[in-house]
């Protein structure tokens, strides 16, 4: 049973570009999380993804922007890359109502 | 506005003693609670949880105490092993579904030592 997969696991970009990161749910899992993790801190809320439809939004800028697919796989788009933008990109699947996040590995962006 | 924190960024522990993290929250709605683990180039893992009806919850070695009334809520691993090194994240949600929105501490490295 594969867990929660991210693509690609590095990447290097320069200020204002763009970039779409991907991820695939666990087995079973209909709900797509993505947060935003800078170093040496926790992970930072980014949105939240339930039957093709953005339900949650934390605060970040219209610059981040996500969609999710009819087989619940998930992107997360970011416009206008800025340097503070590197950090680690987590995708976590769930399933709707309680139970607790399973997370992937991350995508480390960094932006130059 | 950090409305969880670990004000611990770091703590060291002899095998087989036991580790305390320690985890304070600010927002009265959060009312589910998790602690995640995490290795070096690795997604968290998740560890244990308390919903807020409960003020205990034990899993194997590890033991997590809510105290809804001071906003406080700790993990307790008894006994430590250096396998159990590693970034530990407290976090918390409102409205009772972990499926929800997570709002994570900024985490305390555990080194426990042979």
């Known amino acids: 049973d594969a867990g929660v997969t991210q693509s690609p696991t590095h990447l290097i970009k320069t200020r204002g570009q763009q970039v779409t990161l991907r991820c695939s749910p666990k087995?079973?899992?209909?709900?797509v999380s993505w947060y935003q993790q800078a170093l040496g801190q926790g992970p930072q809320f980014i949105f939240q993804?339930?039957?093709?439809?953005?339900?949650q939004r934390g605060n970040f800028p219209d610059r981040f922007s996500g969609h999710q697919f009819p087989n619940y796989s998930s992107e997360l788009n970011v416009n206008a890359l800025l340097l503070g933008d590197s950090a680690l990109y987590l995708c976590?699947?769930?399933?709707?109502?309680?139970?607790?996040?399973?997370f992937g590995e991350g995508s480390r962006l960094t932006v130059l | 506005d950090q409305q969880v924190k670990q004000n611990s960024p770091s703590l060291s522990v002899q095998e087989g003693r036991i580790s305390i993290l320690n985890c304070d929250y600010t927002?009265?709605?959060?009312?589910?609670f998790l602690w995640y683990k995490k290795y070096p180039a690795e997604g968290p893992t998740f560890l244990i949880s308390?919903?807020?009806?409960?003020d205990k919850n034990e899993d194997g070695r590890f033991t997590v105490f809510l105290n809804k009334s001071a906003k406080h809520l700790s993990l307790h691993i008894v006994p430590s092993q250096p396998g159990d090194s590693a970034v530990y994240f407290c976090a918390a949600s409102a409205f009772g579904a972990a499926g929800n929105k997570l709002t994570f501490g900024g985490g305390t490295r555990v080194l426990v030592k042979p």
């Open positions: 308390i919903s807020s009806i409960k």
């Open positions: 087995s079973g899992h209909d709900t």
């Open positions: 993804y339930y039957e093709e439809e953005e339900r």
């Open positions: 927002n009265s709605m959060f009312d589910y």
């Open positions: 976590a699947s769930s399933r709707a109502g309680p139970g607790e996040l399973f």
